[in-house]
């Protein structure tokens, strides 16, 4: 079945470049998310990107996808305190009726 | 654009009773509504996806009858947890996803309601 793997954590200090990792197997995905989720809330969608690119710039947000080894990954620049939270990657296919499949979620640890 | 909200925030309720979870989108109407539930420090688990004006669908192992959804209008999903255990507690989130679909398909998430049953 359909499976999204993410790294647990990652720490960085402020100011410096973020980069999460994510890897996925459904090779039908057609879009993939990334999410934000803060303690106690909901998530935040940040971004998105169609599979049949390979890039897209967002403001301090950069995706990259690799379709190939379908790897995607979530590079935050200049990343400041505020930026910590929890990141989901999620992706959804044409024949999942919407659902999204998503990451365990990676921890992103902003350190001063 | 593109709110949804959960009421209540969080609910403490005893065994054996029943809890009502709502989901309204706020300023738009969406057809689609899911919901998930999240245990600490993990990924969301999609429970079913509700569909306005008919029943839900629901994922291997949720069980329907415990866990009733109601999607009676473009704005409200419900999600009622039907004699409730310790071991619903939980933390539940519901999303939206507009109508008409836009192509990229993205969900909208509420803030989520935290479940305690003692």
């Known amino acids: 079945g359909e499976d999204v793997e993410q790294s647990l954590f990652l720490s960085v200090r402020e100011g410096d470049s973020s980069v999460i990792n994510c890897t996925y197997t459904?090779?039908?995905?057609?879009?993939l998310y990334w999410y934000k989720q803060e303690p106690g809330a909901g998530l935040q969608l940040l971004t998105y990107i169609f599979s049949n690119m390979d890039m897209k710039q967002d403001q301090r947000l950069t995706v990259l996808l690799n379709k190939k080894d379908k790897h995607l990954s979530l590079r935050i620049a200049d990343t400041q305190t505020g930026d910590s939270a929890i990141y989901f990657c999620a992706e959804s296919a044409y024949n999942q009726g919407g659902k999204l499949i998503f990451g365990q979620g990676t921890e992103l640890s902003v350190k001063p | 654009g593109a709110v949804v909200s959960q009421h209540p925030s969080w609910v403490i309720c005893k065994s054996g009773t029943s809890v009502k979870i709502e989901c309204r989108s706020l300023d738009f109407q969406a057809t689609t509504m899911f919901w998930y539930r999240q245990f600490p420090k993990q990924s969301l688990m999609l429970m079913a996806t509700s569909n306005e004006g008919s029943k839900a669908t629901y994922e291997q192992g949720v069980e329907k009858d415990k866990f009733l959804i109601n999607h009676a209008s473009l704005t409200l999903s419900t999600l009622t947890v039907t004699s409730a255990h310790p071991e619903d507690s939980s933390f539940y989130i519901c999303s939206a996803r507009r109508t008409p679909g836009q192509p990229s398909g993205e969900q909208y998430f509420g803030p989520g309601t935290r479940l305690t049953v003692t």
């Open positions: 459904d090779s039908s995905s057609t879009y």
